[in-house]
């Protein structure tokens, strides 16, 4: 029987292990950016999780409530969705400029043109 | 009072500047602010290790906000000698810069470079003065995203290859030690970390804390290239620009280790990570491992670049062995190789930059003859390569020595023949190169080659001096890595 | 000048002869007054030494805290002292027969082969006044880093293939045995200093010391201990000077010193002694001494051949050292001084020849008296001096080392010295004796003498002299050398 309180743990470690799982075995390199990003979401999901707090409210300061979540986490993983936005860009930024080098964003395609990259 | 806002400075300086080269946008003013801006840095590094050898740990509040809530960096002696040795490296890279950049960089893009390597600058200094383990995830993709970008410009378009590549692997890396520092948090509910050493005993018997340090430790050691997670490395040091390179080489790496020490040491304190998780079990057999196979790979390389980054990983195992055998010696050995690598790496893969201004390659076979053609550059090689192998009188004897040292202090006389082993492949593959340069006659036809300009050989033979000179007085290198050690090792000071 | 003055400007002196000679590129009679001037003064600084060590005083002086608790460290004792003069003094003769030899060879690349072999001098006096191991070691090195570009000096393909055993060789002995037996000597007693009576007595127990010692024999290369021999053959495609100084003097006599230095100085032969730690390798030497004799016999070029014949003399000082007592310890210092004058002296001759009649194997001498009646005579007194006859110095060394195999008791080994002394006169003898008496190879009869250039002829006539001064002087030699045995 699993704790209803542990769902959104489980949820983390499927995303994490399906992102993780793309970026390993997709050769396109376009899809291992967005395994990537399946990845980093499952860790922003993860630090959400830590932050609730049972039978508490947003932490938005209100006279009728006494008790918030916790807002750290989401403060924290505010920054690492920018980072993670930033990432996804350059990625795609790199893709593009590595089609335009080499007519293709496979990776084994890439590979046969230069054998050591 | 400036002196009070130095541990701040040490990053805002950097951070500042990087727009502004934006705003000049001509490689000229760019580079000039650049160097302004890595000197200040350099100053200032410079000024906090001297406060921290006369006071004591630094603590400095960002913002006024009081420790755990707002962000401290906190400066002792471990993070104020690997500031130093940041902000040196990129105070004597800089003015090399200018000539290698025209050379391998279009124009147009030259000051978008010089911001981009401010920023990786400001990264690696914020990792390094930080006392908070989020903010290091922050300075870290600072310093990451900075670095894709400057990998990726390199000339060759196995450049864009080998960025995508570390581009994947640094972020998983990351994210890992995002993953990390979350669970830390979710069982202390602290980020600061000297409060983090001090909440984490009462919870260290728990499965969340173990899993936080096997990815905390699995992330760090991919951006630090500890075997075998270095696969990112060779691609990386080889097609990017030869002042990346370097610079990357001597800092980028030596940061991640330096965050390894603080995990490992201040944060889950040598009993955790020793006595309960057995660290060193799994670490010393990659470490040796990393020295002989990446020696052994160096060996085979065609390319220069590619040989000196296997190198960089060999050398990377001398470092988390040192630390591995937990004891002050060995942990002494692993900072001061720390500083002893960064200036031999530092000193070589800037003489490969003269090389690639010259002769537009760095490929074995290109550079027959260049002994006689390029004779400083090539002396300047020749001596950095010594100090690689561990001759007497140069850095890289001095690091041996203590790590030797170490491990027969622990009776493991087994791992001082493997260290001394992996020292002689160093040999080999030094010598490969020696004897191209030095005995090939250079080519039918090659094309004249002229040896490199004096901005280049300055700041070449400035590394490879420091060399010779921190060889034979290693009071200032070895002294502050062993008081360095002996704090990390007596627990969060 | 103080004895502290003259002990540090030894090394330092070449050392800044180098970069000296190197601006005196242009004019090949500057860089070579350069040179003498620079070996003379380093001769004389030497000598200035020697009464203040005859007296039992052992000037000293410390230049830097290198590590903690290890010190860049000059200390002059008697050895080092019987090695520096040695040197020093043959660096000057081997400067002018260097004069002789490189022009008459046309050599390339001479102000290379100046300024290097000014630095291997250096390396050589910081070896022989190093005041701790540690500061032996960093000269070792530099040692061998200096002479790789000797030995490669004419850059072809022989030469570089010669130069990476030399370099591969002598490297992977020092840095993977020599040094961790350095550091786990330091670990063991907590100094490297070089002390009478040793340093390692009571740190170590018997079955750690012998590994140790073997640590330290076998990674001294320079020594040559067989199977560890293979670069010194291989260095004698350097020029003949390079072979003459550095490989029958400075380099492997750096190599045998440093033996002595560890066996005298770090163990103590009193402790070597109680717990039999060199036992097994006194045979090691003894063997190498045999098997290197035998090899000699069948080379016939003549520089391969003497290269042979100093594998099988070194050993005698190696030998010297294992036996663990005083008159051994005391017949291997005076063997390096003995060997040396005799051994240059075979090898400017030698070299001679070379220049003289482009002749390099000694099947090829027949009969070559006739044209350089003074270098056959000068290689006639280096043999004997070599065999051991008197009335020349190589009697007396092993005359001690005689003594010394009797006073341990190993007749065995007395008779290993007798028969190395009977197989040296079969490789050495026949090369003068059929120079002079057998008939000239057709071809070879051009009349008249054609001796050396007058440079080479002056200097193996002072190492032929001064064979024969050893053997009536030898007193000094082996006055000083008592002072480094306790009691």
Same mark, same amino acid.
């Given at each position: 029987m699993i704790d209803p309180g542990l769902y959104n743990y489980w949820i983390v470690v499927v995303l994490m292990m399906a992102g993780f799982f793309i970026v390993i075995s997709h050769g396109n390199l376009v899809k291992k950016i967005v395994g990537l990003n399946i990845f980093q979401t499952s860790v922003f999901i993860l630090y959400i999780s830590f932050g609730k707090v049972t039978d508490a409210t947003a932490p938005i300061l209100d006279e009728a409530y006494s008790e918030y979540s916790n807002p750290l986490p989401h403060v924290l993983i505010l920054t690492a969705i920018v980072v993670g936005v930033a990432t996804s860009a350059l990625g795609l930024a790199l893709i593009v400029r590595i089609r335009e080098a080499y007519g293709t964003v496979e990776e084994d395609e890439i590979i046969a043109q230069d054998p050591d990259s | 009072m400036i002196a009070e806002h130095l541990p701040a400075l040490q990053v805002v300086i950097p951070l500042l500047a990087a727009p502004l080269c934006v705003l000049l946008r001509r490689p000229g003013p760019a580079w000039a602010l650049a160097t302004a801006a890595s000197w200040a840095a350099f100053g200032v590094a410079v000024l906090l290790l001297i406060a921290v050898l006369e006071q004591g740990v630094l603590s400095y509040h960002l913002g006024g906000w009081e420790p755990p809530w707002g962000i401290e960096y906190r400066v002792d002696l471990a993070n104020a000698f690997v500031l130093l040795i940041v902000a040196a490296i990129s105070a004597v890279v800089l003015p090399f810069a200018r000539r290698s950049v025209a050379a391998e960089i279009p124009e147009e893009k030259a000051y978008l470079f010089y911001s981009m390597y401010l920023l990786c600058l400001t990264g690696l200094l914020g990792i390094a003065i930080t006392g908070d383990a989020f903010n290091v995830f922050v300075f870290l993709e600072i310093s990451s995203l900075s670095s894709y970008v400057l990998i990726s410009l390199g000339k060759d378009r196995r450049a864009l290859t080998a960025a995508f590549q570390y581009l994947i692997m640094g972020t998983i890396g990351a994210t890992f030690y995002l993953i990390g520092v979350g669970l830390l948090y979710a069982m202390t509910g602290t980020l600061n970390?000297?409060?983090?050493?001090?909440?984490?005993?009462?919870?260290?018997?728990?499965?969340?804390?173990?899993?936080?340090?096997? %990815?905390? /430790?699995?992330?760090?050691?991919? +951006?630090?290239?500890?075997?075998?997670?270095?696969?990112?490395?060779?691609?990386?040091?080889?097609?990017?620009?030869? /002042? /990346?390179?370097? %610079?990357?080489?001597?800092?980028?790496? +030596? /940061?991640?280790?330096?965050?390894?020490?603080r995990i490992l040491f201040t944060v889950f304190g040598p009993v955790f990570s020793f006595e309960a998780i057995e660290f060193d079990l799994v670490m010393i057999p990659l470490a040796l491992a990393a020295m002989l196979l990446a020696s052994t790979t160096a060996i085979f390389q065609n390319n220069v670049k590619r040989l000196l980054a296997y190198s960089s990983v060999a050398q990377i195992g001398y470092m988390v062995l040192g630390i591995s055998l937990g004891s002050v010696t060995g942990v002494t050995a692993g900072i001061v190789h720390l500083f002893n690598h960064a200036m031999i790496k530092g000193g070589l893969f800037l003489a490969m930059g003269c090389v690639f201004v010259m002769l537009g390659s760095v490929q074995l076979r290109d550079m027959a003859g260049l002994g006689r053609r390029m004779p400083w550059t090539m002396a300047a090689f020749v001596i950095g390569g010594l100090s690689l192998i561990g001759v007497p009188a140069t850095t890289g004897f001095i690091s041996k020595w203590v790590l030797v040292q170490a491990t027969?202090?622990?009776?493991?006389?087994? %791992?001082?023949?493997?260290?001394? *082993?992996?020292?002689?492949? *160093?040999?080999?593959?030094?010598?490969?190169?020696?004897?191209?340069?030095?005995?090939?006659? *250079?080519?039918?036809?090659?094309?004249?080659?002229?040896?490199?300009?004096?901005?280049?050989?300055i700041p070449t033979w400035l590394l490879i001096l420091a060399n010779v000179y921190f060889g034979v007085d290693t009071s200032l290198t070895l002294g502050v890595a062993r008081r360095a050690a002996e704090t990390l090792l007596g627990g969060a000071a | 000048m103080s004895p502290e003055t003259a002990v540090w400007l030894a090394p330092a002196i070449p050392l800044a002869g180098a970069p000296l000679i190197a601006l005196a590129r242009r004019s090949p009679n500057l860089r070579e007054a350069v040179t003498l001037i620079t070996a003379a003064v380093l001769f004389l600084v030497v000598l200035q030494l020697v009464p203040e060590v005859m007296a039992g005083g052992r000037p000293a002086v410390t230049l830097l805290e290198m590590l903690p608790g290890l010190t860049l460290t000059f200390e002059v004792e008697p050895l080092g002292m019987v090695f520096a003069v040695v040197a020093s003094f043959l660096w000057i003769v081997t400067s002018i027969y260097s004069i002789g030899y490189m022009r008459g060879h046309h050599e390339k690349n001479q102000t290379r082969f100046y300024v290097c072999f000014a630095l291997a001098l250096s390396s050589a006096m910081g070896v022989a006044f190093a005041g701790n191991m540690l500061t032996l070691f960093i000269f070792y090195e530099a040692l061998t880093l200096t002479t790789y570009p000797l030995v490669t000096h004419s850059g072809t393909k022989e030469a570089v293939a010669a130069g990476r055993s030399y370099l591969g060789i002598l490297l992977a002995t020092s840095i993977g045995l020599q040094l961790l037996a350095i550091v786990w000597t330091w670990t063991l007693t907590g100094t490297l200093d070089f002390t009478t009576g040793g340093i390692l007595q009571g740190h170590a127990s018997p079955a750690m010391a012998a590994l140790l010692y073997a640590l330290f024999l076998f990674g001294i290369g320079k020594a040559a201990i067989m199977p560890l021999h293979r670069w010194l053959p291989a260095a004698m495609v350097a020029p003949t000077p390079v072979s003459a100084l550095l490989h029958a003097v400075a380099v492997v006599k750096a190599g045998v010193f440093t033996v002595l230095k560890v066996s005298v100085y770090l163990f103590g032969i009193d402790f070597l002694a109680e717990a039999g730690a060199s036992q097994w390798l006194m045979y090691v030497a003894a063997a190498t001494i045999l098997i290197a004799s035998l090899v000699a016999l069948k080379q016939d070029n003549l520089k391969r051949r003497l290269a042979y014949s100093t594998i099988s003399q070194l050993s005698y000082i190696v030998l010297g050292a294992t036996l663990a007592n005083g008159l051994g310890a005391i @017949? @291997? @210092?005076?063997?390096?001084?003995?060997?040396?004058? @005799?051994?240059?002296?075979?090898?400017?001759?030698?070299g001679a020849i070379d220049v003289a009649l482009h002749k390099k194997q000694v099947s090829e001498m027949r009969g070559i008296g006739r044209a350089m009646p003074v270098t056959m005579t000068a290689f006639l007194i280096g043999s004997l001096s070599i065999i051991g006859l008197p009335p020349f110095g190589g009697l007396w060394s092993k005359w001690y080392l005689g003594l010394g195999t009797l006073e341990a008791g190993e007749y065995a080994l007395l008779a290993v010295l007798m028969i190395s002394s009977l197989l040296n006169v079969a490789y050495l003898l026949p090369i003068p004796i059929r120079a002079f008496f057998s008939p000239a190879e057709k071809g070879n009869e051009a009349s008249g003498l054609k001796e050396a250039p007058l440079p080479c002829v002056l200097a193996f006539s002072v190492t032929a002299l001064g064979c024969l001064f050893l053997f009536f002087f030898p007193e000094p030699l082996f006055r000083v050398l008592s002072l480094m045995v306790p009691g």
């Open positions: - | 970390m000297a409060d983090l050493a001090q909440r984490l005993p009462a919870v260290a018997d728990t499965r969340t804390v173990h899993a936080a340090f096997a %990815f905390l /430790v699995i992330g760090i050691g991919v +951006k630090a290239a500890a075997f075998p997670l270095h696969l990112w490395l060779p691609n990386a040091y080889c097609y990017a620009p030869s /002042v /990346v390179t370097a %610079f990357l080489a001597a800092t980028a790496t +030596k /940061v991640s280790i330096y965050v390894l020490l027969l202090e622990r009776g493991q006389w087994f %791992f001082a023949v493997l260290i001394l *082993a992996s020292s002689l492949l *160093a040999l080999v593959y030094v010598w490969r190169v020696v004897e191209v340069a030095y005995f090939r006659p *250079a080519p039918e036809g090659a094309a004249e080659v002229s040896e490199a300009p004096l901005a280049m050989l | @017949g @291997g @210092g005076m063997h390096i001084a003995m060997h040396a004058f @005799g051994k240059i002296t075979l090898f400017f001759c030698a």
